[in-house]
T-cell receptor, first 113, second 116 residues
C-alpha cells in the first residue's frame, strides 16, 4: 500500500531529447507528489511537485503529468541537457503536520552530448 | 534563507568511537528529519521530529540517538556503529503544518559516514 513504483531504473537520452520517467502508486490517501533530483554526493533537491487535483504542472523544461484514475504520474524533461544527468526520485506523501515521503527506487538519467 | 546545513561533510569513525552529526535550518520549520541513504538507493527515513518532539522512529537501532535541542537544530549521536552503517546521512526540514507545497521537504547536502 505504501509503495511507489518507478521506472525505468536507468535512462540514456541524447542531448535535446525528451526524458520520461514514470511512477505508479497504490495508496489513494497520497495527496502530494514531488520529484527530487540528486547529483552524486549531494542531497536531493526538490524539482517540481503536483497535487492530485491538477493533471499537469510545468516549470521550465520540467513537466509533471498526473493521472489520478490510473494512479500514475510522470516527469518529462524537454530539451534534455548533459547537466540534467542525475538520479531522479519520485515520491508521494500524505500530509498531516509533518510529511513522510515514500520514495520510488530512483532513475539514473544520463544525457549524452 | 532556504538552506539546510549539515556538518561535517565527511566523517570516518571506528566501531568504538562516539561522534555526532549536526543539522541546522533557519527557515522557521518545525519538522525535521533524519534519513539514511545507501548508494543507488532512495533515502530511507530514520527519525522525524515535530515541534521538537520525536514523532517517528523507524525502528532504528539504539546506536543511533537523535536529539532536537531547539527548533533550528537537529543532532544525530552515533555510538558503536557497524561497517554496514556507512552511508550518506541526510537531514531535511519542512514547515510541519499545512499540506502539499506548503509542507515540502528541503534536504541538506548530507554527511558521508564511513565506519571502519
Amino acid at each position: 500500500q505504501q509503495q511507489v513504483k518507478q521506472s525505468p531504473q536507468s535512462l540514456i537520452v541524447q542531448k535535446g531529447g525528451i526524458s520520461i520517467i514514470n511512477c505508479a502508486y497504490e495508496n489513494t490517501a497520497f495527496d502530494y507528489f514531488p520529484w527530487y533530483q540528486q547529483f552524486p554526493g549531494k542531497g536531493p533537491a526538490l524539482l517540481i511537485a503536483i497535487r492530485p487535483d491538477v493533471s499537469e504542472k510545468k516549470e521550465g523544461r520540467f513537466t509533471i503529468s498526473f493521472n489520478k484514475s490510473a494512479k500514475q504520474f510522470s516527469l518529462h524533461i524537454m530539451d534534455s541537457q548533459p547537466g540534467d544527468s542525475a538520479t531522479y526520485f519520485c515520491a508521494a506523501s500524505m500530509n498531516s503536520g509533518y510529511s513522510t515521503l515514500t520514495f520510488g527506487k530512483g532513475t539514473m538519467l544520463l544525457v549524452s552530448p | 534563507d532556504t538552506e539546510v546545513t549539515q556538518t561535517p561533510k565527511h566523517l570516518v569513525m571506528g566501531m568504538t568511537n562516539k561522534k555526532s552529526l549536526k543539522c541546522e535550518q533557519h527557515m522557521g520549520h518545525r519538522a525535521m528529519y533524519w534519513y539514511k541513504q545507501k548508494a543507488k538507493k532512495p533515502p530511507e527515513l530514520m527519525f522525524v521530529y515535530s515541534y521538537e518532539k520525536l514523532s517517528i522512529n523507524e525502528s532504528v537501532p539504539s546506536r543511533f540517538s537523535p536529539e532536537c535541542p531547539n527548533s533550528s537544530l537537529l543532532n544525530l549521536h552515533l555510538h558503536a556503529l557497524q561497517p554496514e552503517d556507512s552511508a550518506l546521512y541526510l537531514c531535511a526540514s519542512s514547515h510541519g503544518q499545512g499540506k502539499g507545497e506548503n509542507n515540502e521537504q528541503f534536504f541538506g547536502p548530507g554527511t558521508r559516514l564511513t565506519v571502519l
